[in-house]
């Protein structure tokens, strides 16, 4: 009988330990996650300071949303070469390096270089109104006519390198809030026109993004409360001391406004 229960206990502590060793298999197996983080200076952090200088004027942060969900999630590898001022061309010929079959998860905001973000601004700060909006609807006919295009080769290229990977497309926020706080600056017909522009290009990338089988991530309603003329602003209005930083999420707008979305959808 002692024997028997010495056996029944032999054998359970056996599968007990093999039990344990099977789980931690599976662990290391979920460890074994790779993502990649591309884009543009919304994604690389351009606003929330800190700046990694050895990424020069692609200015990457621990404070953008892809290092900071990289550092609460640890995965076993991480690539981060989203860059200020990135186009779409500039993805496709020095982003996509690290992609390969074994990437699990990929991170990318893009389009808005492309479609003339910086001299739309440009435009819309120093002249008038009706110049101002004649060029918002510059970039929204660009939008429609050229911009698709240029979004499929980059998702394609994607898709080619990462086969099995999960493809998060993430949007741009409205600047505005419209009737806001704001007592200076830009008239309320050219914050008007510059939310329908971002809207405009949201949809546009949406679009694509979902011809393609990937998730589209729209910030605009966390940024919701926290646009320009808020009184609690989340992005930097023009900045003439850097103003490379205008009209870019500040460190709260990566932690609050961008992170929880891909958190969301990752």
């Known amino acids: 009988m002692r024997l028997h229960r010495v056996a029944a206990l032999t054998s359970s502590l056996l599968l007990a330990a093999g039990a344990a060793l099977f789980g931690a298999g599976q662990a290391a197996a979920s460890a074994?996650?790779?993502?990649?983080?591309?884009g543009?200076?919304?994604?690389?952090?351009?606003g929330?300071?800190?700046?990694?200088?050895?990424?020069?004027d692609?200015?990457?942060?621990?404070r953008a949303y892809p290092a900071l969900w990289a550092a609460a999630h640890a995965p076993q590898s991480f690539a981060f070469t989203?860059?200020?001022?990135?186009?779409?061309?500039?993805?496709?010929?020095?982003?996509?390096?690290?992609l390969n079959s074994g990437t699990d998860l990929v991170s990318i905001t893009i389009g808005g270089n492309d479609?003339?973000?910086?001299?739309?601004?440009?435009?819309?700060?120093?002249?008038?109104?009706?110049?101002?909006?004649?060029?918002?609807?510059?970039?929204?006919?660009?939008?429609?006519?050229?911009?698709?295009?240029?979004l499929d080769r980059v998702y394609d290229a994607i898709r080619g390198r990462a086969p099995s990977a999960k493809v998060v497309v993430l949007g741009y926020p409205r600047f505005y809030k419209l009737?806001?706080?704001?007592?200076?600056?830009?008239t309320e017909g050219e914050r008007t026109a510059i939310n329908g522009a971002s809207d405009y290009l949201n949809a546009a990338i949406a679009k694509r993004a979902a011809d393609h089988g990937f998730t589209f991530a729209s910030v605009v309603g966390a940024f919701t409360g926290h646009e320009i003329c808020s009184g609690d602003a989340w992005l930097h209005s023009v900045n003439w001391a850097n103003i490379g930083e205008s009209y870019h999420p500040t460190a709260t707008g990566q932690s609050g406004g961008y992170l929880p979305v891909f958190s969301g959808k990752a």
């Open 32 to 38: 074994d996650f790779g993502y990649v983080a591309l």
């Open 82 to 98: 989203a860059c200020s001022g990135a186009r779409t061309g500039d993805v496709l010929s020095g982003q996509l390096g690290p």
């Open 179 to 186: 009737n806001g706080s704001c007592v200076a600056g830009l």
């Open 58 to 62: 692609c200015k990457r942060t621990t």
């Open 115 to 150: 479609a003339g973000f910086s001299d739309v601004m440009t435009t819309c700060v120093l002249q008038s109104e009706s110049t101002c909006v004649n060029r918002v609807n510059q970039a929204k006919a660009y939008v429609d006519s050229t911009l698709p295009g240029q």
């Open 48 to 56: 929330a300071g800190n700046y990694d200088s050895a990424s020069g």
């Open 40 to 46: 543009d200076s919304y994604s690389s952090g351009v």
